[in-house]
């Protein structure tokens, strides 16, 4: 019996079975690193916790400069002034300041500061004549006339006092991104100033000082032996 021929069959290509990628040694380094590091920093924070180890400073943190020139003396001068009393006063100023006919959004400057400053009263003993002293040794008696009651100006109180609110016309803003006047708010401290002066001369300071001053001069010529103190005040 004839048999065919032998008759090649096609072959079939099936596809390739992709090897399991490893990483390679220098990326298995990268891999460890990390690890070993994230462990370091979990164990630092872990420390930190508990307080064994100090806080970390911050290596972008704001850094003050302290530039300043040395302090230099102007003037010096003695004093011969008791001062006998003084006053702390809170004012609220409100300041305004524009242009007639001129709309306020335009320009316009309003400011709300509240001021507190303090008040002296003072007794200046380098003015006293030379008959202001009358002594009696026999009834063991003085006699002695001061001038009057001296107030000083108001001493602001920069850390008590603050701007509450402030308000400015558009032409104000614009002037004010290119430079900013520092007379303005002088202005503001200025004013509050002289309205805490004022007040204090009504606030009755003057008779509070007169008393002190004639009891801490009592309670002086007394060590002194002196039994009588009389304490006259010039009229101002």
Do not use: W
């Amino acid at each position: 019996m004839a048999t065919s021929p032998d008759v090649d069959e096609p072959t079939r290509e099936y596809p390739a079975v992709p090897e399991e990628r490893r990483p390679s040694g220098f990326a298995r380094l990268l891999i460890f690193v990390g690890f070993v590091f994230a462990l370091i920093v979990l164990a630092c924070f872990g420390l930190r916790a508990i307080n064994v180890l100090p806080s970390f400073d911050n290596p972008f943190e704001d850094r003050t400069v302290d530039r300043s020139q040395p302090v230099l003396l102007q003037s010096m001068r003695d004093l011969h002034r008791y001062v006998a009393a003084d006053g702390t006063f809170q004012v609220i100023v409100d300041l305004q300041q524009d242009k007639e006919n001129i709309p306020d959004f335009l320009v316009n400057r309003r400011t709300l500061f509240v001021g507190s400053g303090t008040v002296e009263v003072y007794v200046d003993f380098s003015e006293l004549a030379g008959d202001a002293l009358k002594i009696d040794e026999a009834k063991q008696s003085i006699e002695l006339t001061l001038p009057p009651p001296q107030q000083s100006t108001a001493a602001l109180d920069m850390t008590k006092s603050y701007v509450v609110a402030e308000e400015r016309g558009l032409f104000d803003r614009i002037g004010d991104a290119f430079g900013e006047e520092p007379n303005k708010q002088q202005r503001v401290y200025q004013l509050a100033q002289e309205r805490i002066t004022e007040a204090a001369r009504a606030s009755g300071l003057d008779e509070r000082a007169k008393e002190n001053t004639q009891r801490m001069l009592e309670s002086l010529f007394a060590r002194l032996g002196y039994t009588t103190v009389t304490v006259t005040f010039a009229n101002p």
